[in-house]
């Protein structure tokens, strides 16, 4: 059950860096996307799963103060996971800060037309990159058993420092999947049917 439950917590307790950086390309395409259908609920919803992130990276920070353990634990992971996506071809690093500056100019307006698509793509291949070799690196035996055990191990610590934690992570993975069948719907009837999520 609590692999279940923590499932998709992963992306706030290891490689947090890669997580956050989708966020700002992400965060830009919505609104894009959301003015015209079902751009309200959206945004409701991302307002939402961002509230609930935060109060999990609250109690999340507390855990990890409070238990040093975790905190090399999570390193050393970080690490195993970082040394496995350069056996992919990629440089984690680099390419982070790759995305960051990218991300930068997208949100700088001022770039022509021309010049945001093409930095756009080069973004999102970077990212996908990245994003293809964290998968491969998360798939290693190893890594994944490492995974398993630290995440059941924070959830645990996560739970001394708030009782509800279990619920929020609940209600944190019911308005993320809201949000996604919002945004793959695109129209105000997609909407509708995910509203009862919220």
């Given at each position: 059950?609590?692999?279940?439950?923590?499932r998709?917590?992963?992306?706030?307790?290891l490689?947090?860096?890669?997580?956050?950086?989708?966020?700002?390309?992400?965060?830009?395409?919505?609104?894009?996307n959301?003015g015209?259908?079902?751009?309200?609920?959206?945004?409701?919803?991302?307002?939402e799963?961002?509230?609930?992130?935060?109060?999990?990276?609250?109690i999340?920070?507390?855990?990890?103060?409070?238990?040093?353990?975790?905190?090399?634990r999570?390193?050393s992971?970080?690490?195993?996971?970082?040394?496995?996506?350069?056996?992919?071809?990629?440089?984690?690093?680099?390419?982070?800060r790759e995305?960051q500056?990218?991300?930068?100019?997208?949100?700088?307006?001022?770039?022509?037309?021309?010049?945001?698509?093409?930095?756009?793509?080069?973004y999102?291949?970077?990212r996908?990159?990245?994003?293809?070799?964290?998968?491969?690196?998360?798939?290693?035996?190893?890594?994944?058993?490492?995974?398993?055990?630290?995440?059941?191990?924070?959830?645990?610590?996560?739970?001394?420092e708030?009782?509800?934690?279990?619920?929020?992570?609940?209600?944190f993975?019911?308005?993320?999947?809201?949000?996604?069948?919002?945004?793959q719907g695109?129209g105000?009837?997609?909407?509708?049917?995910?509203?009862?999520?919220?």
């Open positions: 059950m609590m692999r279940m439950i923590t998709g917590f992963t992306t706030i307790a490689a947090t860096t890669l997580s956050l950086l989708a966020a700002p390309a992400f965060a830009q395409s919505m609104e894009g959301g015209g259908q079902g751009g309200g609920e959206a945004a409701a919803l991302q307002q799963l961002q509230d609930l992130q935060r109060q999990l990276a609250e999340r920070t507390a855990a990890m103060e409070n238990n040093p353990e975790l905190q090399e999570q390193t992971l970080q690490n195993e996971v970082m040394t496995r996506m350069r056996d992919e071809g990629v440089n984690p690093e680099q390419d982070i995305l500056d990218l991300a930068t100019q997208l949100r700088s307006g001022d770039l022509s037309q021309s010049e945001q698509q093409e930095l756009a793509r080069e999102q291949q970077t996908q990159e990245l994003l293809e070799a964290r998968r491969t690196a998360l798939d290693d035996e190893n890594i994944r058993r490492a995974q398993e055990d630290f995440r059941e191990d924070l959830v645990t610590a996560m739970e001394a708030n009782p509800d934690v279990r619920d929020l992570i609940e209600e993975e019911a308005t993320r999947e809201a949000l996604r069948e919002q945004m695109g105000p009837g997609a909407g509708g049917g995910s509203a009862g999520a919220q």
